[in-house]
Protein backbone atom coordinates (compact mmCIF):
# COMPACT_ATOMS: atom_id res chain seq x y z
CA UNK A 1 0.00 0.00 0.00
CA UNK A 2 2.89 2.26 -0.02
CA UNK A 3 1.99 3.98 3.61
CA UNK A 4 5.39 3.72 4.88
CA UNK A 5 8.64 4.27 3.34
CA UNK A 6 11.66 3.64 5.80
CA UNK A 7 15.16 3.86 5.16
CA UNK A 8 17.38 0.69 4.33
CA UNK A 9 20.23 0.35 6.42
CA UNK A 10 22.74 -2.62 6.28
CA UNK A 11 21.62 -5.61 4.69
CA UNK A 12 18.56 -3.84 3.64
CA UNK A 13 17.03 -3.79 7.34
CA UNK A 14 14.85 -1.31 7.86
CA UNK A 15 15.59 2.33 9.78
CA UNK A 16 12.76 3.73 11.37
CA UNK A 17 13.18 7.42 12.25
CA UNK A 18 11.34 10.15 13.54
CA UNK A 19 9.27 10.72 10.68
CA UNK A 20 8.62 7.41 10.24
CA UNK A 21 7.21 7.10 14.02
CA UNK A 22 4.69 10.18 13.42
CA UNK A 23 3.14 8.92 10.23
CA UNK A 24 2.63 5.54 11.95
CA UNK A 25 0.67 7.66 14.98
CA UNK A 26 -0.99 9.46 12.38
CA UNK A 27 -2.27 6.22 10.65
CA UNK A 28 -3.25 4.67 13.96
CA UNK A 29 -5.32 7.75 14.63
CA UNK A 30 -7.00 7.80 11.01
CA UNK A 31 -7.52 3.95 11.87
CA UNK A 32 -9.26 4.90 15.40
CA UNK A 33 -11.20 7.53 13.03
CA UNK A 34 -12.81 4.83 11.70
CA UNK A 35 -10.61 5.64 8.13
CA UNK A 36 -9.67 3.30 5.56
CA UNK A 37 -6.34 2.00 4.59
CA UNK A 38 -7.26 3.29 0.98
CA UNK A 39 -8.38 6.45 2.35
CA UNK A 40 -5.27 7.19 4.48
CA UNK A 41 -3.23 6.55 1.48
CA UNK A 42 -5.18 8.90 -0.70
CA UNK A 43 -4.62 11.84 2.07
CA UNK A 44 -0.89 11.12 2.15
CA UNK A 45 -1.18 11.23 -1.57
CA UNK A 46 -2.55 13.86 -1.97
CA UNK A 47 -0.32 17.19 -2.75
CA UNK A 48 -3.08 19.56 -2.39
CA UNK A 49 -4.71 20.34 0.76
CA UNK A 50 -8.08 20.43 -0.74
CA UNK A 51 -7.46 16.84 -1.72
CA UNK A 52 -7.06 16.18 2.01
CA UNK A 53 -9.95 18.30 2.93
CA UNK A 54 -11.93 16.40 -0.02
CA UNK A 55 -11.44 13.01 1.63
CA UNK A 56 -12.27 14.18 5.27
CA UNK A 57 -15.27 15.46 4.13
CA UNK A 58 -16.08 12.42 2.81
CA UNK A 59 -15.54 10.60 5.87
CA UNK A 60 -17.20 12.32 7.92
CA UNK A 61 -20.49 12.60 5.91
CA UNK A 62 -20.00 8.71 6.40
CA UNK A 63 -19.61 9.32 10.18
CA UNK A 64 -22.69 11.59 10.55
CA UNK A 65 -24.82 8.91 8.57
CA UNK A 66 -23.47 6.06 10.91
CA UNK A 67 -24.23 8.13 14.30
CA UNK A 68 -27.70 8.81 12.91
CA UNK A 69 -27.98 5.25 12.59
CA UNK A 70 -26.45 4.39 15.79
CA UNK A 71 -28.73 6.92 17.39
CA UNK A 72 -31.95 5.41 15.60
CA UNK A 73 -30.84 1.59 17.10
CA UNK A 74 -30.32 2.68 20.15
CA UNK A 75 -33.56 4.37 20.45
CA UNK A 76 -35.15 1.19 19.21
CA UNK A 77 -32.93 -0.52 22.18
CA UNK A 78 -33.89 1.50 24.95
CA UNK A 79 -37.89 1.25 23.73
CA UNK A 80 -37.64 -2.40 24.38
CA UNK A 81 -35.97 -2.74 27.00
CA UNK A 82 -38.40 0.19 28.66
CA UNK A 83 -41.77 -1.56 27.30
CA UNK A 84 -43.98 -2.76 30.00
CA UNK A 85 -45.67 -4.33 27.15
CA UNK A 86 -45.57 -8.38 27.88
CA UNK A 87 -44.75 -8.54 24.05
CA UNK A 88 -42.76 -6.24 22.67
CA UNK A 89 -44.72 -6.76 19.39
CA UNK A 90 -47.61 -5.75 20.34
CA UNK A 91 -45.74 -2.30 21.69
CA UNK A 92 -47.87 0.46 19.79
CA UNK A 93 -44.54 2.80 20.72
CA UNK A 94 -42.35 -0.08 19.26
CA UNK A 95 -44.34 -0.64 16.31
CA UNK A 96 -44.25 2.96 15.02
CA UNK A 97 -40.33 2.98 14.94
CA UNK A 98 -40.40 -0.06 13.21
CA UNK A 99 -43.35 1.41 10.98
CA UNK A 100 -40.34 4.39 10.44
CA UNK A 101 -38.04 2.04 9.28
CA UNK A 102 -40.31 0.62 6.78
CA UNK A 103 -41.36 3.63 5.17
CA UNK A 104 -37.78 4.94 5.01
CA UNK A 105 -36.82 1.90 2.98
CA UNK A 106 -39.98 2.21 0.51
CA UNK A 107 -39.38 6.18 0.42
CA UNK A 108 -36.20 5.28 -0.97
CA UNK A 109 -37.26 2.27 -3.49
CA UNK A 110 -34.70 0.06 -1.23
CA UNK A 111 -35.45 -3.12 -0.21
CA UNK A 112 -36.30 -4.10 3.46
CA UNK A 113 -33.04 -5.87 4.22
CA UNK A 114 -30.48 -2.91 2.41
CA UNK A 115 -28.81 -0.36 4.32
CA UNK A 116 -31.58 2.03 4.67
CA UNK A 117 -30.47 4.76 7.54
CA UNK A 118 -33.06 4.54 10.47
CA UNK A 119 -34.65 7.69 11.05
CA UNK A 120 -35.51 9.03 14.95
CA UNK A 121 -39.38 8.41 15.17
CA UNK A 122 -40.19 11.39 15.84
CA UNK A 123 -40.46 12.01 19.70
CA UNK A 124 -42.28 8.63 20.16
CA UNK A 125 -40.91 7.16 23.34
CA UNK A 126 -41.86 4.51 25.42
CA UNK A 127 -44.02 4.65 28.47
CA UNK A 128 -40.78 3.78 31.05
CA UNK A 129 -39.72 7.04 29.58
CA UNK A 130 -42.83 9.17 30.87
CA UNK A 131 -44.27 9.55 27.64
Known sequence: MGLLAPARGSGERRRYGRDDLARVAMILRA????FKLEDIH???AARAPDARREVLRRHRAGLVRRIAEARASLA???CALGC???DLTTCGRFQALIADRVDAGAS???RL???VA???ADGIRCRSEGA
Not at 31 to 34: D, P, V, W
Open 42 to 44: EMF
Open 76 to 78: LID
Open 108 to 110: SDA
Open 31 to 34: KEAG
Open 113 to 115: DGP
Open 118 to 120: PRP
Open 84 to 86: EHE
